[in-house]
């Protein structure tokens, strides 16, 4: 429902324009009310990804990484037989 439509609803039910204009400040006050917590929310969001992200890198450049992880080791076919 747009403002227009409003409006012209309270015009039908005659209003006075003090009214439309207290009805219109406030609905205005409360759009803005909402936006800036909703702003406040997405802002408490991207904080506390900041700290984790900041967090892992933490970690991350702390941590002694084995340079041989993830690889696999040669085994040769005769030495297999031997270790089953």
Same mark, same amino acid.
């Given at each position: 429902?747009?403002?227009?439509?409003?409006?012209?609803?309270?015009?039908?039910?005659?209003?006075?324009?003090?009214?439309?204009?207290?009805?219109?400040?406030?609905?205005?006050?409360?759009?803005?009310? #909402?936006?800036?917590?909703?702003?406040?929310?997405?802002? @408490?969001?991207?904080?506390?990804?900041?700290?984790?992200? +900041? *967090?892992? &890198?933490? #970690?991350?450049?702390?941590?002694?990484?084995?340079?041989? @992880?993830?690889?696999?080791?040669?085994?040769?076919?005769? +030495? *297999?037989? &031997?270790?089953?």
């Amino acid at each position: 429902m747009s403002l227009v439509h409003i409006l012209l609803d309270c015009a039908s039910l005659n209003f006075s324009g003090r009214e439309i204009e207290a009805d219109t400040s406030n609905l205005s006050f409360g759009i803005s009310r #909402v936006y800036s917590q909703q702003c406040g929310y997405v802002l @408490a969001d991207a904080e506390n990804a900041q700290h984790s992200i +900041r *967090a892992l &890198l933490k #970690v991350v450049r702390t941590a002694e990484l084995d340079p041989e @992880a993830g690889r696999g080791r040669h085994v040769n076919a005769s +030495r *297999a037989r &031997l270790l089953s």
